[in-house]
């Protein structure tokens, strides 16, 4: 399903990681949007990449109590097809073909090659293991033989898979842009990714296309040299955000409804005799002048803490950072639903709790992370 607006559903990414991802770009930052965005989406893992220069306004989703995570920096190439000559390859014994099925097991085998020591903006999140980061590149690499939109081509020397280029077509706009190039690391040195940078200039060239485009991280030097020898130029550089929001990750640990009202103080209902229906009373806000409405967190953080204390993950439980974010009122004498996950499950250590409190209609009224540690 789609998200509206600025962020989008990732099937493939959800799918690899287990957890809802959305991802997209934002231009034009404005922190509230972003943030009511990610909420309403209840994702786990909002993917963000904002051009550097306006990339500063994303520490602001803290207010939110969402965790923000800089991934990378993307830097863009493009090449002037129209007004640029494509040298010769050269290297005069590599054979182009498009990748077709039977193609893909030795494909399988050249991404893990290529792209097993290589850092995206995936390794610098700790949610997402390195083997399904490897997975998905080689999922990424496939998925071009058989999209219309796309090109994947592969280089045989002396029958032997020795490289592979994956491309997008964008035939409207008349651009075209060079996604995943990789080289076997046995024929490296030899000026076989040139030659593969050139090949896929000249095919988008011969397709109509004017503008190709090109992207790595700042830090990748070796292959911008070759760009910029081949006639591309820095034009554009982008910062990856990951904002962990956690909202669906991982299975509840506490679940409950609770209300705000002036019945009891911070004990369970005498009325329903319900464990599970709390019900808490902040005589302060009534006090001062607030009877329909919770005038602050400390209700809602002391519940949270009782929790982790005493239930789950309980006795022992060491508290860290915690944040908390109110992003609708507690009405007095209203029911809501507070629920408590740990992504990943209660284990020895380093734990993140997600505590959340929603109106009857599911609409978000407070979001808490805290991190716990277990010392048993």
């Known amino acids: 399903m789609n998200t509206t607006g600025l962020l989008k559903f990732s099937d493939l990414e959800s799918a690899r990681f287990d957890m809802r991802i959305v991802r997209g770009r934002v231009d034009n930052i404005v922190p509230r949007e972003l943030a009511t965005e990610i909420l309403t989406s209840n994702c786990d893992v909002a993917i963000v990449r904002i051009p550097s220069q306006y990339s500063s306004s994303v520490s602001a989703l803290q207010r939110w109590a969402l965790p923000v995570l800089h991934g990378d920096t993307l830097v863009y190439y493009k090449c002037d097809l129209y007004h640029y000559e494509v040298p010769p390859p050269r290297n005069t014994d590599i054979e182009f073909t498009q990748a077709n099925g039977a193609d893909l097991e030795e494909l399988r085998a050249i991404v893990d090659l290529t792209f097993r020591d290589y850092v995206s903006h995936y390794h610098a999140n700790p949610l997402f293991p390195r083997d399904k980061i490897l997975a998905g590149y080689q999922q990424w690499a496939e998925s071009y033989a058989t999209n219309p939109e796309c090109t994947l081509w592969i280089a045989r020397r002396s029958g032997r898979l020795a490289a592979f280029a994956a491309c997008r077509n964008d035939a409207a706009n008349s651009e075209a842009e060079g996604i995943l190039y990789g080289v076997n690391p046995q024929d490296a040195g030899g000026g076989l990714y040139g030659d593969l940078i050139r090949h896929t200039q000249s095919d988008a060239k011969n397709r109509g296309i004017r ?30 955000f990951h904002i962990n929001a956690m909202l669906t990750a991982g299975e509840i640990a506490a679940e409950r409804m609770v209300s705000f009202d002036a019945t009891t103080v911070g004990k369970f209902s005498e009325l329903s005799g319900d464990a599970n229906e709390i019900h808490l009373d902040d005589k302060a806000a009534r006090a001062a002048g607030f009877p329909s409405r919770i005038a602050h967190g400390v209700l809602a953080a002391s519940e949270f803490s009782k929790i982790l204390g005493t239930e789950t993950p309980g006795r022992g439980t060491i508290f860290g950072n915690f944040s908390l974010a109110f992003l609708r009122p507690l009405i007095v004498g209203e029911q809501y639903r507070l629920q408590m996950r740990i992504p990943g499950g209660v284990r020895p250590g380093h734990m993140q709790a997600v505590m959340t409190i929603r109106e009857q209609d599911n609409q978000l009224c407070v979001l808490a992370r805290s991190d716990v540690f277990l010392k048993r």
């Open 211 to 240: 503008i190709m485009k090109v992207s790595t991280q700042v830090g990748n030097f070796a292959v911008q040299k070759v760009w910029a020898r081949e006639g591309f130029h820095l034009f554009e550089a982008l910062d990856t």
